[in-house]
C-alpha cells in the first residue's frame, strides 16, 4: 500500500514562492509516477504536474508552466512542488496522487493513493 501525504502550504503574497512536499511511504511507491493536482470549491481537481518513476518525463500544466517544478527523489521518499510567481489563481488545494496506469497521465482518474492535500492561499 502506498501513503503520500502533503505539507508546505500556506498563505503568500502574489510573486512569492512556495516549495510543497509529498512524502510517501510503501514499498512500491518508487514505481509509480507522482503527480501534483489542484483543486478549489466547485470545481474538478486540475492536473498540475507530474514526474515519471526515473524523472525523465515531466509534463506541467501550460497554466504553470515556467513557474513550477516537480521534482523527486525515491531514496528520500519524497516528490517537490516548487512554486515560484504564485498568482492569485494559483490558490488551491494542492494534492499528490500515483498515477496507477504508469503512463505519467495528466487525467485525476487515472490516479489513486490521494493525499489529504495542502492549502495554498495567494493574495493579491
Known amino acids: 500500500q502506498v501513503q503520500l501525504v502533503e505539507s508546505g502550504g500556506g498563505l503568500v503574497q502574489a510573486g512569492d514562492s512556495l516549495r510543497l512536499s509529498c512524502e510517501a511511504s510503501g514499498r512500491s511507491w518508487t514505481g509509480y509516477p507522482i503527480g501534483w493536482f489542484r483543486q478549489v470549491p466547485g470545481k474538478e481537481r486540475e492536473f498540475v504536474a507530474v514526474v515519471s518513476m526515473t524523472t525523465r518525463t515531466i509534463y506541467y500544466a501550460d497554466s504553470v508552466k515556467g513557474r513550477f517544478t516537480i521534482s523527486r527523489d525515491n531514496a528520500a521518499n519524497s516528490v517537490w512542488l516548487q512554486m515560484n510567481s504564485l498568482k492569485p489563481e494559483d490558490t488551491a488545494v494542492y494534492y499528490c496522487?500515483?498515477?496507477?496506469?504508469?503512463?505519467?497521465?495528466?487525467?485525476?482518474?487515472?490516479?489513486?493513493?490521494w493525499g489529504q492535500g495542502t492549502r495554498v492561499t495567494v493574495s493579491s
Open positions: 496522487a500515483a498515477d496507477r496506469t504508469y503512463t505519467t497521465s495528466i487525467l485525476a482518474k487515472d490516479y489513486g493513493f
